[in-house]
């Protein structure tokens, strides 16, 4: 069913097509809270049209004006059943033939690229941008292989960085979500690239949503500093470090934590913590629910080494918290000195010391500095405004451009 956006001239609405594994209406996650900007600043602030290829628990395709969310049925995620993994590409391959969009954007790394590799095969003039979210050789397979196979699982890792340069370079072009990732794909040969820093609702997560009676609700103890954790709680993320931290904490201190989210660590770690003031609140559906529920704390702490960008570490601070993390991955450029304190990856005394510190230092004044960081650098229109206004238009025109250079090769060898 191919959608009619008036005459084939530059300047035309596009049909830009999302295409991803990393999707979840109950899971949460970074991509799933991007795929619901998107559309938002789709439908609202351009003549686009936008498609979202996602899975979901059957084969579903819902319209509304100008966005088509297309579910392609695949089975949960062993260990997390919030997320599902697409399979069958082949029903992928007949949405993307169907609708023919302009552009594809691939924003995970597993199956689905090669689909959209293989789409623009038979329709070349097809512009295809990817987003490096993830330093997936390192965050996913290493860390799995090596507690798997122990230092033989370094061969998987090699594999992987083979896979990365392999299908990134078939890209027209690749964003990642900060400088450090896109130097990591320049080394691997991968240089059509740029950065897109992603953005946060400042109107939605602010301090004024501070609700005063949410650490009671909770039923947690205690009148020292509350933390908070919002994201999966599983080992990607370290969520049990959090839980160790918290053993750390001097009792007279009076903190208490609050883990916000799901996963396959959760279960485990109700147990281990059930002589610890920890709450438990599971996934939070409701974003208005999620910004109380930040403002409402002290402090948030996260122990992830790998994260690539930390849409939640921004909402946190938009929210006013000052940041207690590990100086790792994304973390150091989110959390610049005066934001917070990040220590090393897996030093829970560290973070425990950290969490004492800016209890007991200025936290209005770093609370303060925290939502100013976020006003002045961080939104979603100025990330759509890059994606629309730059990165797309330069795909488009390497389309473009391959393919002039296809048809200057046939006909030099028809000649």
């Known amino acids: 069913m191919l959608v009619d956006r008036g005459a084939p001239h530059a300047g035309r609405p596009l049909l830009v097509c999302d295409l991803t594994q990393s999707y979840s209406p109950t899971g949460g996650g970074g991509i799933s809270t991007y795929l619901r900007e998107k559309r938002d600043h789709v439908l609202s602030h ?60 691939s924003l995970c790394p597993w199956v689905l690229p090669w689909t959209a590799i293989q789409h623009r095969r038979a329709f070349p003039a097809t512009a295809l941008v990817a987003g490096y979210r993830t ?116 009792p007279e201190l009076g903190a208490a934590l609050v883990m916000i989210g799901d996963g396959k660590l959760r279960a485990q770690l109700q147990r281990d913590a059930a002589d610890l003031p920890i709450a438990f609140t599971g996934f939070e559906p409701d974003r208005a ?18 994260e690539t960008f930390g849409i939640s570490i921004i909402e946190a601070q938009a929210a006013g918290l000052p940041v207690v993390g590990v100086a790792s991955g994304a973390m150091p450029a989110r959390v610049p000195a005066g934001l917070g304190l990040l220590g090393p990856v897996d030093d829970t005394a560290a973070m425990a010391a950290n969490v004492e510190r800016l209890w007991r230092g200025d936290l209005a004044g770093t609370s303060a500095a925290a939502r100013a960081h976020v006003e002045r650098h961080f939104s979603w229109t100025r990330t759509f405004d890059h994606l629309f206004g730059t990165i797309y238009p330069e795909a488009l025109a390497h389309a473009a451009l391959r393919g002039a250079s296809g048809s200057s090769v046939r006909m030099a060898a028809a000649g």
């Open 46 to 105: 351009t003549p686009h049209h936008l498609l979202q290829i996602v899975p979901g628990p059957e084969d579903r395709v819902t319209m509304n004006g100008r966005h088509i969310f297309a579910e392609v049925a695949a089975d949960p995620v062993r260990g997390s059943p919030h997320y599902r993994f697409i399979l069958r590409v082949a029903a992928v391959r007949r949405l993307l033939a169907d609708y023919r969009p302009d552009v594809i954007e």
């Open 135 to 250: 330093d997936f050789p390192n965050a996913h397979v290493d860390r799995v292989a090596r507690s798997l196979f122990g230092p033989a699982g370094k061969l998987f890792y090699w594999l992987s960085l083979g896979y990365t340069e392999i299908t990134y370079r078939e890209f027209d072009h690749v964003y990642t979500l900060g400088e450090a990732a896109r130097e990591t794909l320049r080394r691997r040969g991968i240089t059509r690239t740029g950065v897109l820093p992603l953005g946060v609702d400042t109107a939605l997560f602010h301090p004024a949503q501070r609700d005063p009676d949410y650490r009671r609700r909770l039923g947690l103890p205690g009148a020292g500093p509350l933390l908070v954790y919002a994201g999966r709680i599983d080992n990607e993320k370290r969520a049990d470090r959090l839980v160790a931290m918290m053993r750390r904490l001097p």
């Open 289 to 306: 629910a999620l910004a109380r529920a930040l403002a409402s704390a002290d402090l948030y702490v996260s122990a992830m080494a790998d």
